[in-house]
């Protein structure tokens, strides 16, 4: 259902060079470039992702309780993502690693949480077998 989310940046040049690697590690590049506004993903494929100035000219910030969230395809993934970001100019939000009880199959909720540059909150995560 969700197409895209979009994050606002501050400086996009800046946004790019944390937001590249990322979606090139998810096997996706920019889809859409304007002065104002880039785009990642792949057209007719999953969610994408792009950061933006805002349309109002003012400051961007991070909102209060948002966060996008990248399903990876396997713990190591989550690690690299993780790692990208903080390589990045991002933040650490807490590290890879399971978090609550696995449920009922065994599965265990596998995340990282980290921030770009503008303070946006991120987490790279799956669901996956509990070792």
Avoid: H
Avoid at 72 to 85: C, E, G, H, P, T
Avoid at 94 to 103: S, V
């Amino acid at each position: 259902m969700i197409g895209y989310v979009t994050l606002g940046t501050n400086d996009l040049e800046r946004a790019a060079k944390f937001y590249d690697p990322i979606a090139k590690e998810m096997g996706v590049g920019r889809m859409m470039e304007f002065d104002t506004f880039i785009a990642w993903g792949e057209f007719g494929g999953g969610a994408g992702i792009a950061a933006t100035k805002p349309f109002d000219g003012g400051k961007a910030s991070a909102g209060n309780g948002t966060m996008v969230a990248i399903e990876a395809k396997d713990k190591d993934q989550v690690q690299r993502l993780y790692d990208i970001a903080l390589a990045n100019g991002g933040t650490d939000e807490g590290g890879p690693g399971p978090r609550g009880e696995p449920d009922e199959n065994g599965n265990v909720f596998y995340a990282a949480y980290f921030r770009d540059p503008d303070g946006n909150k991120l987490n790279a995560f799956l669901m996956a077998k509990d070792e």
